[in-house]
């Protein structure tokens, strides 16, 4: 199984600003993705983050507001833009691996005041 | 897209087994079906999978009906630990266009 890394594990942002979150694999890996959890709920998948090109986003999620870069196999970033309290969930970013498996890494906790 | 539907909530007796239901009556042929679980908001663990076979591994068993529109997750010996939400998905697209849908889970207790 892949070895998935997140940075950081947990911020509390004010409002209007913005937070990366980075994704560190330790193995190169195809196919990485973001999902957003929000309280109380399930997994939302927001994007599949493309490595050397755009990232592909779900309905109801824009580049604008979630960019994303793929600069190499094992690295991924999620910028959350403009933040609002509604933006108050836990991200978290995911591999593939060679046998077809998704592995997710421990998660980020965002709060926005 | 297939969708998952599960129970909301179920209990179970500490060593008995836990048996989790999944419906995903609108799955395509070549679509996987994969279980994962969540404890505390840890990022979620995978448990298992399978396309039309029964599965078994070191945590679970997965029974696929013969028209492959529903599962059961079975954890033979229930443990407190295994207290946790489990997620049914199925698994979309094809190699490299991967994606894996979430549902909105089972909230399993395990009780003492």
């Known amino acids: 199984s892949a070895v998935i890394s997140q940075k950081p594990s947990r911020d509390i942002c004010q409002r209007g600003t913005s937070l990366t979150i980075q994704c560190q694999v330790d193995s190169q890996v195809t196919m990485m993705f973001w999902y957003r959890q929000q309280p109380g709920q399930s997994l939302t998948l927001i994007a599949t983050a493309n490595q050397g090109s755009e990232a592909t986003y779900e309905s109801g999620f824009v580049i604008d507001k979630f960019p994303i870069s793929r600069p190499n196999l094992t690295f991924s970033t999620l910028t959350v833009s403009n933040l609002s309290p509604e933006d108050s969930s836990i991200y978290l970013c995911s591999v593939v691996s060679v046998l077809d498996t998704q592995y997710f890494g421990p998660g980020t906790r965002l709060t926005v005041l | 897209d297939a969708k998952t539907t599960q129970p909301p909530s179920m209990d179970c007796a500490e060593g008995r087994a836990a048996n989790l239901p999944c419906n995903h009556s609108?799955?395509?042929?070549?679509?996987?079906v994969y279980w994962y679980r969540q404890i505390h908001s840890q990022g979620p663990q995978y448990i298992i999978h399978?396309?039309?076979n029964n599965e078994t591994n070191e945590m679970a068993s997965l029974i696929i009906t013969e028209d492959r529109k529903s599962s059961t997750l079975i954890l033979p010996h229930a443990t407190l630990r295994d207290t946790a939400v489990y997620y049914c998905?199925?698994?979309?697209?094809?190699?490299?266009?991967?994606?894996?849908?979430f549902g909105t889970g089972t909230r399993l207790k395990v009780l003492a």
């Open positions: 609108t799955i395509s042929g070549n679509e996987y």
């Open positions: 399978g396309l039309k």
């Open positions: 998905i199925v698994r979309l697209g094809a190699s490299g266009t991967y994606k894996y849908i």
